[in-house]
Structures are given as C-alpha cells and as structure tokens.
C-alpha cells in the first residue's frame, strides 16, 4: 500500500543553519504530496504542497520539489529561524484522493 | 474566515464514560475527516465523510468508536465506553477538493 517514510528526529541546528528533512514514498499513480508543520499544542498546518512530477512547492522560505524518478518530496530552507522549532510531517494524497497518508513526522529544533 | 473548530480542547474522562467530541468545518468543505495522533503510532486516519456521507472507516478501531455528520456543518465522534488507550489528541480536518485538507486545533483526551 502507499506509504511515506521520513528521515528520524530529533534535528538539532543553529540558526541561520541550512535544513534539509528527507521525505520518500511509495505510492500507485500520480499522488499530491505535501508537508505540514505542528507547533506544540497546535494542529497541523499546511506548509507547501506539489501535485505533478518536477513541480516545486514554496512557502515561508522552505521549498520542496516533487521527484518522481526518486520518489522523493525532500523539505529544504536556506536559513532556519529559531520561531521553525516544530514537527514537521510529509504526508501524500493518494491520485484518488480522499486520504491523507503521513510519514511519522521529524521534530526540530533550531537553537539560537 | 474561520478554521476547522473543534470542541472540547481538552477533555478528562474515567474509565467506562461516553465522550463526545465535535467538529465544525470550513464552510463549503465537502469532505471531513478524523485523525487520531499518539506517540506510538503517530497520526491515524479513522474515518472521513464526503458530502455527509461516510466513505472510509477502515481505521476506526473496534465497536466502541462511531461518527456521524448530520449535516454540512457538524461532526461528532463518540466514544462509548471509553478505555485508558483512547487517550489521544484527535483532530478534524475538512476539504474542499479532498485532497489538500486543513485542520483543526485538536481535543486532548485523557482516560483515566
């Protein structure tokens, strides 16, 4: 069945740090793929989102390009800030719809 | 424009006690869902509605959960009787497509 696999946390960085999380999938078809962030307490919240191969989500400085020929959706920004502290989930809508499918989500934290 | 709302934020129940918790979607959402996030298994899809009718409920756990959407605007998930193991955070989501789906702050339960 589809699935999404994220690269284990904690993440420890400085700020002004460069960040990458790895997200892969498996999936059937041509699934929408996305990430979204938890500040503590909070719900979930959309971050970006790119629903074709080679399409390139970006929102509040952080980018992530759908690769199909890897199956990955790879979360980056440049410069993390100490306010990106959070849970960080890629999760993947099947081509059907109808469901979320999350990966078990990456905690950071950014140290001033 | 108002979020996903869901009620109560928190909850405390005993051991054996019905709990109710309750969803308002976005207006002009179609589809709804319920999720349930713990530590040991992250976040769980239970069940979600399109157009108020259920469409997969594949993941509520066993006879004791049930959901129902009277109409557009309000959801309940109810839990009777209520054990330790459903402690949780239990979060509604709506959508208008589907597929990119936004969610609400979430109900701590606690069982005791």
């Known amino acids: 069945g589809d699935s999404v696999t994220q690269m284990e946390g904690p993440v420890t960085l400085s700020e002004e740090a460069f960040l990458t999380i790895n997200c892969t999938y498996t999936a059937t078809g041509y699934p929408s793929l996305f990430w979204y962030v938890q500040y503590p307490g909070e719900g979930l919240q959309l971050l970006l989102k790119?629903?074709?191969?080679?399409d390139k989500g970006s929102n509040k400085g952080f980018e992530a390009t759908y690769r199909k020929e890897t199956t990955s959706f790879h979360l980056e920004k440049g410069s993390v800030q100490v306010s990106d502290s959070a849970v960080y989930f890629c999760a993947l809508s099947p081509s059907q719809g109808g469901k979320l499918i999350f990966g078990q989500g990456t905690e950071l934290s950014v140290k001033p | 424009d108002a979020g996903v709302i869901q009620s109560p934020r928190h909850e405390v129940t005993e051991m054996g006690q019905e709990v109710t918790l309750r969803c308002k979607p976005i207006?002009?959402?179609?589809?709804l869902f319920w999720y349930r996030q713990t530590m040991m298994r992250g976040l769980e899809l239970l069940i979600y509605f399109n157009n108020n009718v259920p469409i997969d409920d594949s993941g509520m756990p066993e006879d004791r959960f049930s959901a129902k959407m009277p109409n557009a605007s309000f959801s309940t998930l109810k839990i009777q009787p209520s054990e330790p193991r459903d402690s949780a955070v239990y979060f509604c989501?709506?959508?208008?497509?589907?597929?990119?789906?936004?969610f609400g702050p979430g109900t701590r339960l606690t069982v005791t």
């Open positions: 207006s002009g959402h179609d589809y």
């Open positions: 790119a629903t074709k191969a080679d």
């Open positions: 989501a709506s959508s208008f497509t589907g597929i990119e789906q936004y």
